[in-house]
């Protein structure tokens, strides 16, 4: 399997595959979800001619969680180690709920030199509500801002699996390598970049990208409404908004096929 080193000596793991000679697109899952993933993108986008670089941030899927630094600028510093060790230009970055915030972290502190375009995928830029920002994650504010993540996910009671029907589980279960039963457990190398993620507000970095930009949305996400997509293109002229109907926060995997058509449209629509 091949790694790279962080900046800081940390291992981590990457797949690879398609034409090594392509347009490279670098998959970043989400909180607790590994490259694998991907799994239902991996294949369409072979297909359509793209170097596929399937990336496992520290701590998830096969690369090792450090030792320092748990933030999300830690993980911003991950990609732009994974882009510079792989000498990756042009790139799209796809990055799926903290994924695509460790995005954001990644344009703050180093720009995108190396990027074409970003594909945002449910994920909210502000994660916390305010009176100006209705589009944080269901029932968080002022009141718990630190203790709603203390100790792991909070369920807000929206869209349960039991609506989703069999199929669109069973993806989730398949693609994401779930437990079958019990409640999920959280190591204290998940805890801490998840505190940290919930309280970050990266609405100024999407205000000033200057690459464009897709968010996408589930219209029955779990976590937020449907509406922080539409809600954060607005802040950039370079940025798009879609919603896919019936579909969960796990907008890739519950709706894989309609999540790549959207996503290989964009990209041909970039493609010289």
């Not at 375009?117 to 209705?134: A, E, G, R, S």
């Not at 029932?139 to 929206?158: E, K």
């Not at 539409?230 to 879609?242: K, M, S, T, W």
Request: aromatic share 8%; charged share 25%.
């Amino acid at each position: 399997m091949p790694d790279i080193t962080a900046s800081d000596g940390t291992r981590l793991h990457y797949a690879e595959t398609g034409d090594p000679a392509a347009r490279p697109v670098v998959l970043i899952a989400g909180f607790k979800a590994a490259a694998s993933s991907w799994r239902y993108q991996v294949k369409p986008l072979e297909r359509a001619g793209h170097r596929v670089i399937a990336f496992d941030r520290r701590g998830h899927g096969a690369s090792d969680p450090g030792e320092r630094e748990p933030t999300m600028e830690r993980h911003g510093r991950d990609i732009h180690d994974l882009l510079e060790g792989l000498d990756l230009r042009d790139a799209t970055l796809v990055g799926q709920s903290m994924g695509g915030n460790a995005i954001w972290a990644l344009v703050d502190r180093f720009g995108t030199d190396r990027v074409r375009d970003l594909v945002i995928v449910d994920q909210t830029p502000c994660m916390l509500n305010h009176d100006d920002w209705p589009y944080g994650f269901y029932d968080y504010d002022a009141s718990n801002v630190d203790t709603l993540f203390a100790t792991g996910i909070h369920d807000p009671g929206r869209f349960p699996a039991k609506s989703k029907g069999l199929v669109r589980v069973a993806r989730m279960l398949r693609a994401l390598d779930l437990p079958k039963g019990g409640a999920p457990t959280y190591s204290d190398a998940e805890l801490a970049p998840l505190a940290d993620h919930a309280k970050r507000d990266w609405r100024p970095v999407v205000a000033r990208a200057d690459v464009p930009v897709l968010f996408v949305a589930g219209a029955e996400s779990e976590v937020w409404p449907s509406g922080h997509a539409d809600a954060a293109a607005a802040l950039n002229p370079l940025a798009q908004a879609v919603v896919i109907e019936r579909d969960g926060h796990a907008a890739n995997i519950e709706q894989p096929a309609a999540f790549s058509r959207i996503l290989l449209d964009w990209l041909a629509r970039r493609t010289p």
